[in-house]
């Protein structure tokens, strides 16, 4: 079989598409022949061009990366959109992969333009999902034998896929845009998947599993070496969902950095959780070379926390989340974090706290959620309002409001913007992406 992968065009910055070079990995392991477009590199005439090869089988769509808050509605929207062009040109199988398509499958699988929608491929079940896809008949659509489109259960097991990514598969050089990341070209890498926590909010255990499954510290080193020595690469963003489940895991990682003198500034920005931080494991990761850190604080109020399900103490989760912050700040580390805003109960004044919480900590760079409802989350299952005690929240146009506001107020500060003309003047090849990062955080 010839795979057409396909990365849609994204609203706000060209990240390197780390799911489609995992699914590359594995698709060549099996024996296919793999081919490639992304449309915030290239034009559509030329994604129609490629699917007009007679020699294409297949099409795969990333409907978004791994992270089930990452289940941004215009690129799934997109994701239809190609996958119905594709239809209409050639009548080829068309996949779709990522956590919305994946948590909301039978939505979906209801276009008649989709195929089959396909697991995370950081599992072996993907493997055996997109076996089953490929090998059904084209008038057989996925519906038709629902148990196997993840193995034999509804979310991802077992054990984390031992390959690496596909690193042949995209240029990094053209995807890297952050301002929280000095150094150029940076690549994002997983070394763990799966997440034990069941945060109301959240639907990570229904996408990647609830058993924590990591890889060996020595592939990951081998395969940070490769990125350095082969690709280039000047730093790295460790993407895992729960980095911190088991520390024996991250202390293995880092001695084997330490061991193989691998100097590559390493970043976590897909948000660490504070309550699972101490001072021996933030100097243990500044020893080895871990530059910046993102908090996924969510919120520093009590009842907050309390309806998100986010810890057992929040009083306790409160104390020492500040103390963190001041730690990682003292041993040099560049500091962020993630806010909810939008919680069942929480007023506009609450919302505003929340920004004076990140500009008294001051956190280098802040990010302000509008609390959604994500597809198989608690708050999905049985109801936001029920969930929270029929606490209600303001209307999102309200809430896009008072986000844009906040992000306006956090990032004007005289410090913090300073720093970000000066990364601009220092790095001005990545100042329009930059631009439009910015651009879409304030009209949201």
């Known amino acids: 079989m010839r795979l057409l992968l396909i990365q849609p065009r994204s609203e706000i910055e060209r990240s ?29 005439a030329e994604l129609l061009r490629k699917v007009s090869d007679p020699e294409i089988n297949a099409a795969l769509i990333s409907g978004s990366e791994f992270n089930p808050q990452w289940s941004l509605p215009y690129l799934e929207q997109e994701a239809i959109r190609l996958a119905a062009l594709l239809k209409k040109n050639r009548k080829i199988k068309v996949f779709l992969s990522g956590p919305g398509p994946f948590l909301d499958k039978k939505r979906f699988i209801g276009q008649k333009c ?3 929608v396909l697991p995370p491929p950081f599992f072996s079940c993907f493997t055996e999902a997109f076996v089953s896809a490929a090998s059904r008949k084209n008038n057989t659509r996925e519906e038709a034998d629902e148990t196997k489109i993840s193995g034999k259960r509804n979310s991802p097991s077992g054990d984390v896929c031992a390959g690496r990514a596909d690193w042949n598969l995209f240029d990094i050089k053209k995807y890297s845009c952050s301002a929280a990341v000095e150094e150029y070209p940076y690549v ?24 924590w499954v990591p890889r060996k510290a020595g592939d990951v080193a081998d395969e940070m070496m490769l990125l350095s020595r082969k690709h280039g690469a000047k730093a790295i963003i460790i993407e895992d969902e729960n980095l911190l489940c088991r520390k024996s895991h991250l202390s293995a990682l880092c001695k084997e950095i330490s061991l193989r003198g691998i100097k590559l500034p390493l970043y976590c920005h897909n948000g660490l959780r504070p309550d699972l931080l101490d001072r021996k494991t933030l100097a243990m990761m500044r020893q080895a070379g871990f530059k910046g850190i993102t908090l996924s604080i969510e919120s520093l109020s009590p009842k907050d926390l309390f ?8 009083k306790r989760y409160i104390k020492h989340t500040i103390m963190i912050v001041k730690e990682a700040k003292r041993l040099g580390f560049s500091v962020g974090a993630y806010f909810l805003i939008g919680i069942p109960g929480q007023t506009t004044k609450e919302m505003y706290k929340q920004l004076a919480d990140a500009r008294r900590l001051g956190f ?22 029920s969930s929270a005690k029929n606490q209600k929240s303001l209307p999102f146009s309200e809430l896009a409001i008072i986000r844009r506001r906040m992000y306006f107020i956090f990032y004007s500060q ?31």
Do not use: W
Request: hydrophobic share 40%; glycine share 4%.
């Open 307 to 314: 309806v998100l399900k986010r810890c057992r103490s929040p």
């Open 16 to 44: 390197y598409p780390i799911s489609l070079a995992y699914i590359s990995a594995q698709i060549r392991q099996l024996g296919h022949i793999v081919k490639k477009i992304d449309l915030n590199t290239t034009t559509e």
């Open 188 to 211: 994002p890498l997983i070394t763990s998947a799966g997440c034990s926590f069941s945060c109301a909010y959240c639907a990570s255990p229904q996408l990647s599993g609830r058993k």
């Open 114 to 116: 989709v195929d089959a």
């Open 414 to 444: 005289p410090d913090v913007l300073m720093k970000h003309i000066a990364f601009a003047v220092r790095h001005p090849s990545r100042l329009a992406a930059l631009a439009k990062k910015a651009f879409h955080y304030l009209r949201q």
């Open 364 to 385: 280098e760079t802040a990010h302000f959620s509008i609390l959604k409802t994500v597809t198989g989350s608690e708050f999905d299952v049985h109801g936001l309002e």
